[in-house]
């Protein structure tokens, strides 16, 4: 997608409704913050394509009832008819795409074009999650079927985009289990952004919308090198990237005795990275027309991506012994 001044205009208002809600103190800036960003993120996601009208159109449907629900909820704490923040929580659940709340972006993201795809993924998640870290009620259930359903229903996905889709509801299963320190989500949200922000990327370069069309793509096999190396951190994959933010998550989890979110986090994590080598094994092992050794030639981004990957976990280890 090209970016034009109108795209420019409404992405600048977007990040400007994102701001207004991590800088508020009142709830009702905090709520009109997460409306500008629903509003100046609509015309992001038009592209060529006529599904994406109704893309459009359930997006915009689905935030604006978790607004109205937000809404009410804080009207009915206000009012003091309830003590807890349930129905506050359910809205901003809504809004975030967590199980059993996602059935909605599975099909927002079929149509959508990468930088649309990478917002809804990365950006549009900060505000939302920035309030449930202000909710008082336990979620251990939500991040429990958070988990098992970005990662079990993964498995039978043949699209690239609804594969990523899982992915990012599975990694926000991660993020709500500690979203009661805010370091370490918000740490593991910019991390795990840049990785999919790297990941559209190449996708995108290489041209494929679903994992069998990666059998019969011949481009360069750096390019290729890169999609693993970064669906491996993804993953989790020591020593790449993916895997300090993880082992920040494990740490906090053990530190709390959630022993039950611990188990499934790992055990979960293998199914996770089981159709990441998928998706690894179709691109690299299928690559017929040059031999897997001989890289014709080497793009300077691609490898940087791959040096980032390769020397975080390792810095960001030595950072910690230091201090």
């Known amino acids: 997608m090209k970016i034009n001044s109108s795209k420019v205009f409404f992405l600048s208002f977007m990040i400007v409704g994102v701001m207004i809600c991590l800088c508020s103190n009142n709830w009702l800036f905090i709520w009109a913050g997460l409306e500008l960003s629903l509003i100046t993120f609509l015309p992001i996601m038009q592209s060529k394509f006529i599904v994406s009208s109704e893309s459009i159109m359930k997006y915009f449907l689905i935030q604006s009832i978790s607004s109205g629900i937000l809404i009410m909820g804080l009207m009915i704490i ?16 809504m809004k975030m795409g967590v199980a059993p709340f996602h059935s909605w972006i599975i099909s927002v993201v079929e149509p959508l074009q990468p930088l649309a795809l990478t917002l809804i ?82 996708f995108n370069k290489i041209n494929s919308i679903y994992i069998n069309q990666l059998i019969f793509n011949e481009e360069l096999m750096v390019n290729k090198y890169t999609l693993w190396i970064n669906l491996l951190s993804m993953g989790g994959m020591p020593p790449l990237m993916g895997f300090s933010i993880k082992l920040m998550i494990v740490e906090f989890v053990i530190s709390k005795m959630m022993i039950t979110n611990l188990f499934l986090m790992i055990v979960l ?55």
């Open 269 to 323: 994590s293998t199914v996770v990275m089981f159709y990441y080598l998928r998706m690894t094994y179709l691109t690299l092992m299928f690559y017929s027309y040059t031999p897997k050794w001989s890289v014709s030639s080497v793009k300077k981004m691609p490898s940087l991506v791959i040096v980032i990957n390769l020397i975080m976990t390792p810095l960001v280890l030595m950072i910690k012994a230091l201090n």
């Open 78 to 93: 206000l009012m003091k008819l309830m003590n807890n923040s349930t129905i506050m929580t359910t809205a901003i659940l």
């Open 121 to 202: 993924l990365t950006i549009s998640k900060i505000a939302p999650l920035m309030i449930l870290s202000f909710t008082q009620i336990s979620i251990s259930m939500i991040v429990v079927i958070t988990l098992i359903t970005g990662s079990v229903l993964g498995l039978n996905q043949s699209a690239i985009k609804k594969l990523i889709a899982y992915s990012s509801i599975f990694n926000l299963g991660f993020m709500i289990a500690a979203i009661k320190n805010n370091y370490i989500w918000l740490t593991y949200l910019i991390v795990y952004s840049l990785l999919i922000v790297m990941t559209i990327w190449v």
